[in-house]
């Protein structure tokens, strides 16, 4: 069963524009959620978090939006560029020693 | 200056042999992670560090063992090994608890033929 889940596995964006990656949970433990961007033959790398005490995250291009009734995360990049073409892991943890629960990751594809 | 390193990057090895994947981190981190990606994409946590003692045992097979002879290291020994365990695995390592910031390294590409 998927806690978190990253419905669609890619997006197109062209340069300049938007992007705007979504994540769901089913897990209404979770309190605290990642992104993380992971380049071809890399690990991932931490771009941005939220604690559930927040709505809202922002650092630089990148705003992370979470809607704790609906159990939805989002990440807004603007404007997007083409390095920013990466695939995007949703993840989520809750308190003690658990660990994070990734999503499959949306591959973004920033078009210049 | 690589914070966080895994050798081998690739490994292709025949059913049935055992082999071992080294980490390495630089960073002063008290906790480090061994995670699997597998062929569905999905990265999910397969053992967790913290001062060198086993803190999460994500019920892996036990032909995985991790062993982690110092707070920088944790390697992970595949015994007999299976066509099931190819994956990517990712080394990684965080200052505390799963919360703080995990730092990954590159991946060891794994194909058991």
């Known amino acids: 069963d998927q806690q978190v889940k990253q419905n669609s596995p890619s997006l197109s964006v062209q340069e300049g524009r938007i992007s705007i990656l979504n994540c769901d949970y089913t897990?209404?433990?979770?309190?605290?959620f990642l992104w993380y961007k992971k380049y071809p033959a890399e690990g991932p790398t931490f771009l941005i978090s939220?604690?559930?005490?927040?709505d809202k995250n922002e650092d630089g291009r990148f705003t992370v939006f979470l809607n704790k009734s609906a159990k939805h995360l989002s990440l807004h990049i603007v404007p997007s560029q083409p390095g920013d073409s990466a695939v995007y892991f949703c993840?989520?943890?809750?308190?003690?020693?658990?660990?994070?629960?990734f999503g499959k990751g949306t591959r973004l594809s920033v078009i210049a | 200056d690589t914070a966080v390193s895994q050798t081998p990057k690739y490994l292709v090895t025949q059913m049935g042999n055992d082999k071992s994947i080294k980490c390495e981190q630089n960073?002063?981190?008290?906790?480090m992670y061994w995670y699997k990606q597998d062929s569905k994409k999905f990265l999910k946590i397969m053992f967790s560090?913290?001062?060198?003692?086993?803190?999460i045992n994500e019920t892996v097979p036990n032909r995985f063992s991790p062993k982690s002879p110092d707070k920088a290291h944790l390697n992970l020994h595949i015994n007999s090994l299976e066509l099931g365990d190819s994956a990517v695995y990712f080394c990684?390592?965080?200052?505390?608890?799963?919360?703080?910031?995990?730092?990954f390294g590159p991946g060891t590409r794994l194909l058991v033929l």
């Open positions: 897990n209404s433990m979770f309190d605290y």
């Open positions: 960073l002063g981190h008290d906790t």
């Open positions: 993840a989520a943890s809750y308190s003690g020693n658990t660990p994070l629960v």
């Open positions: 560090y913290n001062n060198k003692e086993l803190i």
């Open positions: 990684a390592s965080s200052q505390g608890t799963h919360k703080e910031t995990q730092y």
């Open positions: 939220i604690s559930s005490i927040k």
